[in-house]
């Protein structure tokens, strides 16, 4: 009985990714590829907030799913969109230490089943990666929630605290993060900025003008 439902699935599947027009993916001549969309923040909000685009990349990731009793590549295509703001961290020292990270990434999915990772990253995880790049970071503690309108809803935004390394010295910092997913994406929105720099409605703006896809 487990044996023949077992090869039910795997026709199933093959089945469903042939249908698709993925038969390069079966054979392993080729990955099966998913892109996101891009997501960015418009430009009058940009102005409003004083942000500025400073980065975009698209950085690729080939993972290894088994589908019909073959494993073969998947390559997820993401998208990524950093923005800046000069603020002080102490007399005297300034520079583009308050930032915004805006991720998109495919919830893809094959027969039902999530390949993506990120499904099942926790948030502490998406901090440590979104933020840690751009210094060390310590002592993360989680503050408070509060709900922001944006992507067409009302979404919740964490808070948390941290010690992070800005220009060789150790600050405290406020972390803000927001993970939906819309229009067939995982969208992760992450902004860090010392903790003396009241910025949390610059963050909220900021929010409230993303737009995925971008225009």
């Known amino acids: ?43 009058q909000t940009l102005d409003e907030t004083e942000y500025r685009l400073a980065a975009s990349t698209s950085p690729n990731r080939t993972l290894n799913v088994t589908a019909g009793g073959q494993t073969r590549e998947v390559t997820l295509s993401s998208e990524v969109r950093r923005y800046n703001r000069t603020v002080s961290v102490a007399p005297g020292v300034e520079g583009d230490f308050a930032r915004m990270t805006v991720y998109t990434t495919p919830a ?21 990666r979104l933020v840690s790049s751009a210094g060390g970071l310590s002592n993360t503690q989680f503050e408070s929630n509060r709900s922001v309108q944006f992507l067409d809803g009302e979404r919740t935004v ?3 605290s941290a010690r992070q390394s800005m220009n060789g010295m150790e600050t405290n910092v406020t972390i803000h993060l927001a993970t939906v997913e819309h229009d067939g994406d995982h969208v992760v929105a992450v902004a860090v900025h ?11 703006a900021l929010l409230e003008g993303l737009r995925h896809p971008a225009p």
């Open 108 to 128: 893809a999915t094959i027969a039902g089943q999530s390949v993506n990772p990120v499904d099942e990253w926790s948030a502490d995880h998406l901090v440590r």
């Open 158 to 160: 964490s808070e948390y």
């Open 1 to 43: 009985m487990t044996t023949v439902r077992k090869f039910g699935i795997a026709v199933g599947l093959v089945t469903l990714l042939a249908s698709a027009g993925c038969l390069g993916f079966l054979t392993g001549d080729q990955p099966l590829e998913f892109a996101a969309d891009a997501m960015e923040v418009d430009e």
């Open 194 to 204: 010392p903790e003396r720099v009241d910025e949390r409605s610059r963050v909220d």
